[in-house]
């Protein structure tokens, strides 16, 4: 069984501060998918990398795939109110995903 | 309407009642999927539906009923539900996975939040 470990469960941070959050597995992936997800609504796909070492840029969001396609971060730099949610990863393999139990950040004003 | 709407947003209902729900994509998309989303756990995967065929079914108990009428929409049965399977359901719609060209990108509709009293 493929798991995926999230880090830290629950983050709270003030507007302005930087932070990143750990997506991690034992278990090789052919792409890695990050979302987000806000209170009564579905998760909202923000980024996908699939190639090892693999850095994406989304504005002020920075993803990066690890070497050995087993791990991958997400770091965010000052943020806002408005990246409150709770971000996944997903691993996709065997042609469907494994999800993380996700972050969940709380930015305060 | 675009993306993946889903239908009701909210669903109460008695363990003795029978109730669908429904997903519809405006994506392109031919695969399309039921999660369960519980609290403290990940998403759970329940039903894949690729070209309209059932392609994984997560060892869902019998009372959880897929249809996939066509690659646009999908329908989640559900029937004798226990108070255990309030969660949220999400739909969820994709280029068909296995192909070599596919990514792994879903796309997620809105979610129903289901209470079983």
């Known amino acids: 069984t493929q798991l995926l470990e999230q880090s830290p469960q629950f983050l709270s941070i003030q507007e302005g501060e930087n932070l990143t959050v750990y997506c991690n597995s034992s278990?090789?992936?052919?792409?890695l998918q990050w979302y987000r997800q806000e209170p009564g609504e579905g998760p909202v796909l923000l980024v996908t990398?699939?190639?090892?070492?693999e850095v994406k840029k989304l504005k002020r969001l920075t993803f990066q795939f690890g070497d050995a396609r087993k791990d991958s971060s997400l770091h965010i730099t000052a943020a806002q109110t408005g990246d409150t949610g709770l971000y996944l990863c997903a691993g996709g393999s065997n042609y469907k995903l494994t999800f993380g139990k996700g972050t969940l950040l709380t930015v305060n004003p | 309407e675009t993306g993946v709407t889903q239908t009701p947003r909210h669903l109460v209902m008695g363990m003795t009642n029978k109730k669908s729900l429904k997903c519809e994509q405006h994506l392109g998309h031919n695969a399309m999927y039921w999660y369960k989303q519980s609290a403290k756990k990940p998403l759970e995967l329940m039903f894949v539906?690729?070209?309209?065929?059932?392609?994984e079914n997560n060892s869902v108990p019998s009372r959880f009923s897929p249809e996939c009428p066509n690659s646009s929409h999908l329908f989640l049965h559900l029937h004798t539900l226990q108070p255990e399977d309030s969660a949220l359901y999400l739909c969820?719609?994709?280029?068909?996975?296995?192909?070599?060209?596919?990514?792994?990108?879903?796309?997620f509709g809105p979610g129903t939040r289901l209470t079983v009293t």
């Open positions: 990398v699939v190639t090892g070492g």
């Open positions: 278990s090789v992936f052919s792409s």
């Open positions: 539906y690729s070209l309209e065929e059932r392609v």
């Open positions: 969820a719609s994709s280029h068909s996975p296995g192909l070599a060209d596919s990514s792994y990108e879903q796309y």
